[in-house]
């Protein structure tokens, strides 16, 4: 969406740059227009989460955000793929902070081990695991990282879909 990853983002990220949309879309400014209005729409499509402390030991903290996300299937497959990037705008990073990311698969996907990475911020793989739910038909994609990665689940998935 106009070079926008769709993942949490500050308000004022995505509202930044855009009070000239109408005179943009007056004067033609085709590239302009459309970069302001997909920060909007990705705006309305996001809500506000507060992020949870769940534990303190010492100077360290453990917070938690559970995000529901919209997934749609890629164009022409039966895969789906959901990105995020971590940690969100505005949380900082220090030394020994780490980061924790778990991703439920519905019922009857299956994980796509070459496309499914995490890439830390010198674009190295982050190894994914990958565990099967017994008596559920559902797997969980985990990742575990130190500063600021980009992960990437990919999974097939035909059940239960409408075909119309």
């Not at 780490?98 to 519905?106: A, E, I, Y």
């Amino acid at each position: 969406m106009q070079g926008l990853e769709y993942r949490p983002y500050r308000a004022s990220v995505l509202t930044e740059g855009t009070d000239n949309i109408i005179q943009s879309s007056l004067a033609g400014d085709s590239t302009d227009t459309l970069r302001d209005s997909a920060k909007l729409i990705l705006l309305s499509a996001l809500k506000e989460r507060q992020l949870e402390q769940v534990a303190q030991v010492g100077n360290s903290y453990v917070y938690e955000l559970k995000y529901d996300y919209k997934i749609f299937p890629i164009q022409n497959s039966q895969d789906y793929q959901f990105e995020i990037r971590l940690p969100f705008d505005g949380i900082q990073m220090t030394n020994g902070s780490r980061v924790q990311l778990t991703v439920l698969t519905p019922s009857g996907a299956v994980v796509n081990s070459v496309d499914t990475k995490g890439i830390d911020e010198n674009g190295q793989e982050i190894q994914e695991m990958v565990q099967q739910l017994q008596n559920t038909n559902r797997s969980i994609v985990s990742f575990n990282y130190q500063l600021d990665p980009h992960f990437t689940v990919r999974y097939s998935h035909s059940e239960g879909l409408f075909q119309g």
